[in-house]
Protein backbone atom coordinates (compact mmCIF):
# COMPACT_ATOMS: atom_id res chain seq x y z
CA UNK A 1 0.00 0.00 0.00
CA UNK A 2 2.33 2.57 0.82
CA UNK A 3 4.39 1.80 -2.66
CA UNK A 4 1.62 2.71 -4.24
CA UNK A 5 1.07 5.50 -2.80
CA UNK A 6 4.56 6.58 -3.21
CA UNK A 7 3.78 5.60 -6.95
CA UNK A 8 0.62 8.28 -7.24
CA UNK A 9 2.76 10.43 -5.13
CA UNK A 10 5.62 10.63 -7.92
CA UNK A 11 3.62 10.93 -11.19
CA UNK A 12 1.27 13.26 -9.67
CA UNK A 13 4.06 15.49 -9.03
CA UNK A 14 5.19 15.00 -12.20
CA UNK A 15 2.46 15.78 -14.20
CA UNK A 16 0.65 18.40 -12.12
CA UNK A 17 2.28 20.84 -13.66
CA UNK A 18 0.91 20.45 -16.68
CA UNK A 19 -2.25 21.84 -15.64
CA UNK A 20 -0.77 25.65 -14.11
CA UNK A 21 -0.09 26.45 -17.64
CA UNK A 22 -3.92 26.86 -18.65
CA UNK A 23 -5.03 28.44 -15.07
CA UNK A 24 -2.28 31.08 -16.12
CA UNK A 25 -3.35 31.37 -19.59
CA UNK A 26 -6.71 31.90 -18.90
CA UNK A 27 -5.81 34.04 -15.71
CA UNK A 28 -6.41 34.37 -11.97
CA UNK A 29 -8.60 36.96 -12.05
CA UNK A 30 -11.23 36.17 -9.01
CA UNK A 31 -10.65 34.66 -5.36
CA UNK A 32 -12.06 31.52 -6.70
CA UNK A 33 -9.36 31.41 -9.18
CA UNK A 34 -6.55 32.08 -6.23
CA UNK A 35 -7.74 29.69 -4.12
CA UNK A 36 -7.73 26.55 -6.69
CA UNK A 37 -4.14 27.52 -7.56
CA UNK A 38 -3.47 27.93 -4.39
CA UNK A 39 -4.73 24.55 -3.62
CA UNK A 40 -2.93 23.06 -6.81
CA UNK A 41 0.33 23.97 -5.43
CA UNK A 42 -0.36 22.50 -2.18
CA UNK A 43 -1.46 19.44 -3.62
CA UNK A 44 2.14 19.66 -6.11
CA UNK A 45 4.16 20.02 -2.53
CA UNK A 46 2.39 17.57 -0.97
CA UNK A 47 2.60 15.34 -3.77
CA UNK A 48 6.56 15.89 -4.26
CA UNK A 49 7.16 15.12 -0.69
CA UNK A 50 4.99 11.71 -0.73
CA UNK A 51 6.53 10.79 -3.73
CA UNK A 52 10.01 11.74 -3.13
CA UNK A 53 11.42 8.29 -2.42
CA UNK A 54 9.70 6.11 -5.78
CA UNK A 55 12.33 3.63 -6.74
CA UNK A 56 11.33 4.22 -10.67
CA UNK A 57 12.19 7.63 -10.44
CA UNK A 58 15.99 6.69 -9.96
CA UNK A 59 17.91 5.29 -12.89
CA UNK A 60 19.70 2.09 -12.50
CA UNK A 61 23.03 2.50 -13.98
CA UNK A 62 25.99 2.01 -11.62
Given amino acids: MAQSLTAVGFWLGTVLPIVYV??????????TRFSLFVGLLVLHALALVVGHEYDGSRSSRS
Fill in 22 to 31: PMVLVGIDSM
